[in-house]
Antibody, heavy 119, light 110 residues
Framework: EVQLVESGGGLVQPGGSLRLSCAASGFTFSSYSMNWVRQAPGKGLEWVSYISSSGRTIYYADSVKGRFTISRDSAKNSLYLQMNSLRAEDTAVYYC????????????WGQGTLVTVSS | QSALTQPASVSGSPGQSITISCTGTSSDVGGYNYVSWYQQYPGKAPKLMIYDVSNRPSGVSNRFSGSKSGNTASLTISGLQAEDEADYYCSSYTSSSTRIFGGGTKLTVL
């Protein structure tokens, strides 16, 4: 069974940093590209970042470019999101999400971790 | 980049069919057959319902179908059931190799 379990969320002050982790299991992690998608309270889904299966190709949404860094460790079956210079508008549930094999769609989602940016 | 355009809400009675539209541009929806649809219940993670415009993952009811014409994709749910009441989001691959989601549509089963 595919499982994606996020951790690392919490309350952080504006301008602060946070590192999210996603532990993957139930599939060959190194074969799949991964994403982070967020959802502000009461709002819609917003794609944040993508990393290819090898880790060599990375993309970011304009809203987080230069502040967030996505990475992966296949030895640990883990995906990460380093978030710096956080703003109030970054407050959201952050989902770790797996792409379909060879596809441009998300086939599995974690349950999400809440990040709150507030003083 | 602005979100894909979806109606904020749609409704239908049990047994009826409804269609949710998703309008983008030639740089996303119109340019690629990489449109997907997700169902989300309150407080839950989204679930994939349709991928690559019209393909259904294993386990998804055949009451759900997808299509595309030009820059607009559509999700049709036939034989509406109470359990279909949820939020629905479309998504597309873009010419910048990023993804973009629609604003979401709340489906109410009357």
């Amino acid at each position: 069974e595919v499982q994606l379990v996020e951790s690392g969320g919490g309350l952080v002050q504006p301008g602060g940093s946070l590192r999210l982790s996603c532990a993957a299991s139930g599939f060959t992690f190194s074969s799949y590209s991964m994403n982070w998608v967020r959802q502000a309270p009461g709002k819609g889904l917003e794609w944040v970042s993508y990393i290819s299966s090898s880790g060599r190709t990375i993309y970011y949404a304009d809203s987080v470019k230069g502040r967030f860094t996505i990475s992966r460790d296949s030895a640990k079956n883990s995906l990460y999101l380093q978030m710096n210079s956080l703003r109030a508008e970054d407050t959201a549930v952050y989902y770790c999400a797996r792409d379909g094999l060879g596809g441009w769609y998300i086939d599995y989602w974690g349950q999400g971790t809440l990040v709150t940016v507030s003083s | 980049q602005s979100a894909l355009t979806q109606p904020a809400s749609v409704s239908g009675s049990p047994g009826q069919s409804i269609t949710i539209s998703c309008t983008g541009t030639s740089s996303d929806v119109g340019g690629y057959n990489y449109v997907s649809w997700y169902q989300q219940y309150p407080g839950k993670a989204p679930k994939l319902m349709i991928y690559d415009v019209s393909n259904r993952p294993s386990g998804v009811s055949n009451r759900f179908s997808g299509s595309k014409s030009g820059n607009t994709a559509s999700l049709t749910i036939s034989g509406l059931q109470a359990e279909d009441e949820a939020d629905y989001y479309c998504s597309s691959y873009t010419s910048s190799s990023t993804r973009i989601f629609g604003g979401g549509t709340k489906l109410t089963v009357l």
